[in-house]
Nanobody, 116 residues
């Protein structure tokens, strides 16, 4: 059974602040899959934020987070991370991890709220 457990969000972050999200995956061969972070803002669809290749050698980001977010992974821990710096109110969303392309099974996500 494929499972994703996201953590690191919750609470309120001021604009300009930082957070690191974590996601532990199970039920598939983690080290053989590209991993990604997605987010869903209130009233909007889920969008792809960042992708990291199976080895970690390649990363790509949506334009609005380039230079502010960093995706990384630890294949020994089946965990993918998202370091978010200089957060903006428009980053407010529920953040999810999954493979890319994604499985239909999603975790509960972790809420990130950026507001003064």
């Amino acid at each position: 059974q494929v499972q994703f457990v996201e953590s690191g969000g919750g609470g309120l972050v001021q604009p300009g602040g930082s957070l690191t999200l974590s996601c532990t995956a199970s039920g598939f061969t983690f080290s053989s899959n590209n991993m990604a972070w997605y987010r869903q803002a209130p009233g909007k669809g889920r969008v792809l934020v960042a992708i990291i290749s199976s080895t970690g050698n390649s990363r790509n980001y949506m334009d609005s987070v380039k230079g502010r977010f960093t995706i990384s992974r630890d294949n020994t821990k089946n965990t993918v991370y998202l370091r978010m710096n200089n957060l903006k109110p428009e980053d407010t969303a529920v953040y999810y991890c999954n493979t890319n392309p994604y499985y239909n099974d999603w975790g509960q996500g972790t809420q990130v709220t950026v507001s003064s």
